[in-house]
Nanobody
């Protein structure tokens, strides 16, 4: 089992920045590819970003490419999502997820074995 806990959400003005964290516990963090997903009001859950177990590869949704950066610190068992130039349409509950499968599984299958409880991000216009 892997437990994931997101933090860092809140309210920010459009154009601002925010950093989310996802603390992992349980099994060896570096064994898992990690990802971020979000679900906005009245919308389906969508893929945001993914990062390989080593941190050497990453992938982003077109809607956040160039604005968001995901990273991980395997020594601290923590995943990060740096969000810049935020827009009102980025408003959503953000979830981190972990999979033992290759990173691509996160954005091709929209699936993971473990999920956090989510953190709310609200971007005001």
């Amino acid at each position: 089992q892997v437990q994931l806990v997101e933090s860092g959400g809140g309210l920010v003005q459009a154009g601002g920045s925010m950093r989310l964290s996802c603390a992992a516990s349980g099994r060896t963090f570096s064994n898992y590819a990690m990802g971020w997903f979000r679900q906005g009001p009245g919308k389906e859950r969508e893929f945001v970003a993914a990062i390989s177990w080593s941190g050497g590869s990453s992938n982003y949704a077109d809607s956040v490419q160039g604005r968001f950066t995901t990273s991980r610190d395997n020594a601290k068992n923590t995943l990060y999502l740096q969000m810049n130039s935020l827009k009102p349409e980025d408003t959503a509950v953000y979830y981190c997820a972990a999979t033992v499968r290759p990173m691509a599984h996160l954005f091709t299958r929209m699936a993971a074995e473990y999920w956090g409880q989510g953190t709310q991000v609200t971007v005001s216009s």
